[in-house]
Structure formats: C-alpha cells, structure tokens
C-alpha cells in the first residue's frame, strides 16, 4: 500500500511538471518580452502598404535579432512564402554568416520596413519568370478581398547573444498580430 501511494504521488509530480512545461512553450507567445520592445506596429495595413516599425533592445546584452513575418492560416501560424530574415535582407539571395554580425547595443533600435508585395514579387518571378508586378499585386489584394476571414500577420523575432566568441540562439518572441485589408474590401 505505501508503495501504491508513493507511486501515485509520483506520478501526480509528473504529470504536473510535464503540464507546466507545456503549459510554459505553449503559452510563451503571451509573455512579457525579455530582449525587444516593438514599436510603430499599426493594428491594420493595407494589402500592399509598407509595414514600418522598430525594435528596441531592452535587455542588458547585445543581442543579434532575425525577424520573419508569419501568417495565420487554419487557425496556425506559417512562415510567409520565399522565407527570409528581414533585418538581413540579402538573407533573401544566400545565406548568411553569424560570426562577425554586429550586435544590437543594449537600448539600441533599429528601424525596420516589411514590404509583402515586392517580396511576394519576387518570390513569383524566381518561380515563375515573370515580370508583371501590376499582376503580383492585384493577386495579392485578390487573396485579400476573398480570405472569408481576416488577413492576420506578425513578426517572429529570433534572439542571439554572444556567447564566448559564438553567436547562440536565446529565445523567441513575436509582435502582435495586424490586419491586412484590401482597399477593395
């Protein structure tokens, strides 16, 4: 009987910490942010506006930042099309190396455009050799006007700190969601 009891007990601890775990990555999107404030971020943008914002380094170490814009889709959130780190723009054509990156100084900003169409452009002429931009965009805007639901996108931001001479990954955070809207809608 008191071995029954210890292993029920035991197994009640289990459970608890492997709910707490989950409970922690599932629920990490909603906390605080330890490493960057994102400011400038509008609740609703245009199918094709430009998104402008910066991030602020809030933490006490430099820190390298990557930033990939995500949609939701059925209820998930998915990587855009043609993935790339849009404070590393060249991280478009090929990719980058992590050693020699300068660092974002603690209570540093940096100002940050996301332009969906031309990256959307871009990314339908690597794979289909075309070159009608008016196209690319009344696509886009299309998709917009007949989504039965809201158009939602947000950032990811992927955090690294320097760590003897390495730059090793921190931790994940995320902007919040925004609207795209098209004006015909």
């Not at 998709?143 to 003897?164: M, P, T």
């Not at 994940?172 to 809608?185: A, L």
């Amino acid at each position: 009987m008191k071995f029954r009891a210890v292993g029920i007990a035991g197994l009640l601890v289990g459970c608890l910490l492997l709910l707490s775990c989950w409970a922690d990555v599932k629920g990490q999107e909603n906390l605080k942010t330890r490493f960057v404030s994102i400011e400038g971020l509008s609740k609703t943008y245009g199918s094709c506006s430009l998104v402008k914002f910066s991030v602020r380094n809030i933490s006490q170490q430099g820190i390298d930042v990557e930033i990939y814009p995500e949609n939701l889709k059925s209820g998930s959130w998915e990587e855009v099309d043609c993935q790339y780190d849009i404070n590393h723009p060249k991280s478009e054509y090929f990719k980058l190396l992590t050693k020699n990156r300068k660092l974002l100084d603690p209570g540093a900003s940096i100002a940050l455009t996301y332009d969906r169409c031309s990256a959307y452009e871009r990314c339908a002429r690597a794979a289909f050799g075309e070159n009608d931009k008016r196209s690319f965009r009344r696509s886009l805007e299309q998709e917009d006007v007949k989504a039965k639901v809201d158009v939602l996108q947000r950032f990811r931001f992927v955090i690294h700190v320097r760590e003897k001479g390495h730059l090793t990954p921190a931790g994940k955070e995320w902007s919040d969601p925004f609207t795209r809207v098209s004006d015909g809608k």
